[in-house]
Nanobody, 112 residues
Framework: QVQVAESGGGWVQPGGSLRLSCAAS?????????LSWYRQAPGKERELVAS???????LYADSVEDRFTISSDNAKNTVDLQMNALKEEDTAVYYC?????WGQGTQVTVSS
């Protein structure tokens, strides 16, 4: 089983930026099919934010299109999520999912 660990969450003002990182151990992301970031806001269901497949297909939720960028680094065995122009509605716990393995999540709070 692959261990997944997120980092980089925190508090930021609206319009600011954060970069989340997801580190995999016990397995290589090169061998994985789908690398994803999800989020869950209080009182809401977990939703897909962005994903990238082994074929290079990238998918974004409509709400983050043009603001967030997902990327993977095979050498570092990490999957990052660059988040720009953050809005209060982006506040949520962000989870990294590498195929069927999930991390514990990292809190992102956007407020003034």
């Amino acid at each position: 089983q692959v261990q997944v660990a997120e980092s980089g969450g925190g508090w930021v003002q609206p319009g600011g930026s954060l970069r989340l990182s997801c580190a995999a151990s016990g397995g290589s992301i090169v061998n994985m099919y789908v690398l994803s970031w999800y989020r869950q806001a209080p009182g809401k269901e977990r939703e897909l934010v962005a994903s990238i497949t082994s074929a290079g297909t990238v998918l974004y939720a409509d709400s983050v299109e043009d603001r967030f960028t997902i990327s993977s680094d095979n050498a570092k065995n990490t999957v990052d999520l660059q988040m720009n122009a953050l809005k209060e509605e982006d506040t949520a716990v962000y989870y990294c999912a590498l195929d069927q393995d999930w991390g514990q999540g990292t809190q992102v709070t956007v407020s003034s």
